[in-house]
């Protein structure tokens, strides 16, 4: 954190007792009045920990995920909404009411208790502090699981060899990852390196914030000690920046997401579909397909479409997943339901009508185009899909 005055540093501490107060379920100390042993405890604790702090803590804080290189995921932004421009159709899906319906107050109460004592900017990285550990310290193992009790490791393992098998790039080293919310913040020794590791500072630092982390997660049983399905409401594709290149390539995709999509009955397909939609994003890159003279939201909203279209075409390609109508059509409803409507952000991924086209265009592809099980060139689809752009995302308001 970066130099702080007296009186920047008196909020701070205050906040930190306020938080610790309403976490304690006590009454704010009057003035005059001895503070509680507990509230005092905290107290100092804040104060020795902002002491130790670096003076650039701040800024070593901010902004983890871009210089990570994790890219946006439509998948994290579903419950970030913006108001709709007239022209266009975009609605509530099942999947965004799902995630509107969870209950999220112990979770606020959790962050501001860890914002009092380490920060606004370090509690609000603490929500993807699951998929960070996935990121830099996640290895492909047959121990691997996904979802929360290991229900799709068979079908996902056993995707992600088709896809290497059925898109012509270069693919033997991308690591399919999963991210588990239990399983880093049910240790103090996790987050002490992962902290370590994301902020580059000792474990005289380390460990204080992470104590404070594992406590305040763990103060409230409906977090599920980190299970919450908020902590790893993502799936995204990672290649790495430069400094971070011993990473490799990956995919990682947390228990959330899947959770959420089994919640409102797309359990069986959508795995896949978010799977074959976040290979896509690595055709991409191999391809140099990011590159286009769109800009903002337009050129975000261009790559997810086209990932989707990916996703379809292997799906029901013969020489893919070969699915059927019947079974295609939850793979369609997947990607209707993560659209958004954030037309002003640029990291919109495309309305719900938009996200469904696409991917009925990328399975009519699949079943018009292929003669004897041919499978396009990659870059041949996605020629084909930058044709058809224009009319997948026109204006559809009534």
Known sequence: ???????????????????TTSLAGAATSQPGTAAPSAELASLRRSESLLNALPTDWESRVKGTSARLGIPESPWSNIARKAIDPDDYSCQDTDLSLWVDGLDISDLRSALLGIAGELGGNFANAVLDFPQYDALLFGEESRDNRFGRNGEYTQVLNAE???????????????QLLPFHGADVFGSVDRLQRLIEALYGVDASVARPAAEIVYEQIHAYPSLQGGDHPLFTFNAFAFTPPTGLEALGDRIIMGDGILQGMEAVGLG??????????EFGHHVQYDNDLFESDLAGAEATRRTELMADAFSTYFLTHKRGATLNAKRLLPSLQSFYQIGDCNFSSSGHHGTPNQRLNSSVWGSDLAASAQKKGHILPSLTVAELFERELPILVRPDAD
């Open 160 to 174: 992600m060899r088709d896809l290497k098998r059925f898109w012509n790039i270069d693919s033997a080293g991308i």
């Open 268 to 277: 069986a397909v959508a795995p896949r579909a978010i799977l074959g939609h």
């Open 1 to 19: 954190m970066t130099r702080l005055n007296a009186l920047t540093r008196q909020l701070l501490l205050a906040s930190a007792l306020c938080a």
